[in-house]
């Protein structure tokens, strides 16, 4: 059993919840960081190593990405624990329904989920039917909605996240007068997130010269082909097998020469074991908590512009809060465009004035809203 009071602090977690249905197998987690603002809002990851820690600390991630992002979402995050690869498609929804059902009681008047790693909308329609509520859930398909004749359902194929991390980057690019058109681009990853990205990049102009995935990366300096990239993915299983290119192992790609990386895989990616070894210009957090803070640290005293996930990869939850809404995908890539490209202005401009990473910047921006919220509906903690 995992001590709470060990990350526990004034903003949270509210609640820790651990279930177990022994029909299934499942074992699943979900922590309520805080709701200061609204349920809380985050998807359910499925791994076989995902424990209350890193469910925590995802919930805390969202947390502040809410606030920064301005949406009546509090911040919350769930895991169940199971390898995708080595069960069946059916087992893997049977896992996902029996954790909506011991979720009932808090969603989605507390929590509202969403996908995550090896879930998508079909997870998601399995957990709102078992759930009972459409509300409860969103990345549902399209066809699902809440009312008779509305479409409020935004699948993950519009790229939602991987279209604001284009647009984080773009904003982060002219901060530090980089012609994003002449840059070079190394994503880390090329699943939900960066395959999209390297769609958006392309569309812009933009170089991508290395991709890596769990088999290891595959760099051309003079560039990939997005398209060619994406299919040879989709038909060996690995971006390894792209022609022509350079194959890499997977630690390599964070020591390229490019101009810009992007982290948008796993946890902890940048760590003290390769740190040092990154000479970019600008990091823009794709994924979740892709580097340690003390790693992000090093890299500001280097002068190496990091963008925090809490502001690079907030698209994904303003298109949820979009699908909440009923809005459609066009409405929705509208938002998260304009609220990716106005919070990050506004943090870059912060931690210029203030002599601060963009980190601490946005967290300062989230921190004031959270506790604005807190004394406006009279939730403080004694």
């Known amino acids: ?24 197998g499942m074992r699943g ?8 603002l609204g349920p809380g809002k985050g998807g359910i990851r499925m791994t076989p190593t995902v424990s209350v820690e890193e469910v925590f600390r995802l919930a805390r991630t969202m947390t502040w990405k809410c606030a920064v992002a301005e949406l009546p979402f509090g911040g919350a995050k769930s895991g169940v624990v199971a390898n995708p690869k080595r069960i069946s498609k059916e087992e893997r929804l049977n896992l996902i329904r029996a954790f909506a059902v011991a979720l009932k009681p808090l969603s989605p008047i507390q929590y509202i989920a969403a996908p995550d790693i090896n879930t998508g909308e079909e997870e998601m ?21 809440v009312r008779p004749g509305e479409k409020c359902g935004i699948p993950h194929e519009y790229g939602s996240t991987g279209y604001g991390v284009y647009h984080a980057i773009r904003v982060a690019a002219e901060h ?21 990205l390297a769609k958006y990049i392309k569309g812009s102009g933009a170089n991508v010269v290395a991709v890596s995935d769990s088999k290891g990366c595959i760099y051309n300096p003079d560039g990939l082909d997005y398209e060619k990239l994406k299919k040879v993915k989709e038909k060996t299983g690995s971006v390894i097998n792209y022609e022509p290119g350079q194959v890499l192992g997977y630690e390599d790609l964070f020591e390229l020469p490019v101009d810009i990386l992007v982290p948008a895989s796993i946890p902890d990616v940048i760590n003290e074991r390769n740190v040092n070894k990154i000479n970019v210009k600008l990091v823009v957090e794709a994924a979740n ?3 340690t803070r003390e790693s992000e640290e090093k890299l500001h005293e280097r002068g190496v512009l990091v963008v925090p996930d809490i502001i690079a990869n907030a698209g994904g939850v303003v298109s949820s809060y979009a699908e909440y809404r009923g809005e459609n995908p066009q409405r929705m890539l509208e938002m998260v465009e304009g609220k990716i490209v106005r919070n990050a202005r506004l943090v870059m401009k912060k931690a210029e004035e203030e002599g601060c990473t963009p980190r601490d910047a946005a967290l300062k921006i989230a921190q004031g809203r959270v506790q604005e919220a807190r004394e406006k509906t009279k939730t403080l903690r004694p």
């Not at 987690?29 to 200061?36: F, G, S």
């Open 125 to 145: 329609a399995a957990y709102a039917l078992a759930n009972g509520s459409l509300k409860s859930c969103t990345g549902k398909p399209a066809h699902m909605c």
């Open 176 to 196: 530090i007068s980089l012609n994003i058109r002449e840059a070079q681009i190394a994503i880390d990853g090329f699943g939900n997130v960066g395959s999209f």
């Open 1 to 24: 059993m995992v001590d709470v009071e060990v990350f526990a602090d004034d903003w949270g977690p509210e609640k820790v919840l651990q279930v177990y249905d022994s029909h299934s």
């Open 289 to 291: 908590i892709p580097a």
């Open 29 to 36: 987690i979900l922590v309520i960081d805080n709701t200061a």
